[in-house]
């Protein structure tokens, strides 16, 4: 659904999608949230497979996530996406979940990039060629994504290899991948003791098939968990905070 330049996508939170305590997972939550963009640049022309012929691909670099609640199994939710202001080689977009009566759920702003996947490399805005129209006067939540401190490489780095699940159509792994990845590394009780609210993930690298990566992590402050991901060359492939309550 297309209305006053938002575009909206309806989902049925199922039993694959929730946690042991059914509650959605930040990462299935995450990949709605990239479907709803997904089908709004497809309705724009500008999708996978429009791109794909021009050698080119979207790639999130930043997101910023806000969690009031989480919708459990067997919910029906919607989640809104717009355009935002456009830069040269940034595009802005805005999301909004809704309970089925309307509640917010939750919230977030993210920043996207268009890349060439023959010359690999980030091109300009420009090369889209296309008009985007912006609803007036809506927002998600006002300023930008913060930067996120990076940790040091850990001194005994325990690697993991990138398997096939972790895998997107482009052949790199999914970034909801890296976020899931962070939260598997908090522990059974802590994580059934307090809810994730707010979860900012920047992206620096991508991983590929045969690679494998390691976390240095670190509850910089009370209820602050900071994550570096890096690859076996010691560069940097992300970086993630949550910050939980409870």
């Known amino acids: 659904m297309y209305v006053n330049h938002v575009f909206s996508r309806e989902f049925h939170i199922c039993g694959y999608d929730v946690d042991h305590n059914c509650f959605v997972t930040i990462s299935k939550l995450l990949s709605m949230m990239h479907e709803t963009a997904w089908s709004h640049v497809t309705y724009l022309k500008k999708g996978w497979k429009e791109l794909q012929e021009e050698g080119l691909f979207w790639a999130i670099a930043k997101m910023y996530v806000k969690i009031h609640k989480l919708p459990k199994w067997n919910d029906k939710i919607r989640v809104d996406t717009w355009a935002k202001a456009r830069e040269s080689i940034m595009f802005l977009r805005d999301y909004e979940v809704f309970s089925e009566t309307g509640e917010l759920l939750c919230c977030a702003i993210s920043e996207w990039m268009l890349v060439d996947f023959r010359a690999n490399k980030i091109v300009r805005l420009e090369k889209l060629n296309t008009h985007l129209d912006y609803p007036q006067n809506r927002i998600a939540f006002e300023g930008r994504v913060p ?39 908090l522990p059974y009780d802590f994580y059934n003791q307090h809810q994730i609210k707010e979860v900012i993930i920047s992206y620096t690298n991508q991983l590929k098939p045969g690679e494998r990566y390691c976390i240095a992590m670190k509850e910089t402050e009370p209820q602050y968990f900071n994550a570096t991901l890096y690859n076996e060359e010691e560069k940097e492939v992300c970086k993630v905070l949550l910050v939980v309550s409870g």
């Open 147 to 185: 930067r996120i401190p990076r940790l040091d490489f850990p001194e005994t780095p325990v690697f993991n290899p990138v398997v096939l699940s972790d895998l997107d159509m482009n052949q790199h792994v999914n970034n909801a991948s890296y976020v899931r990845w962070v939260i598997d590394q």
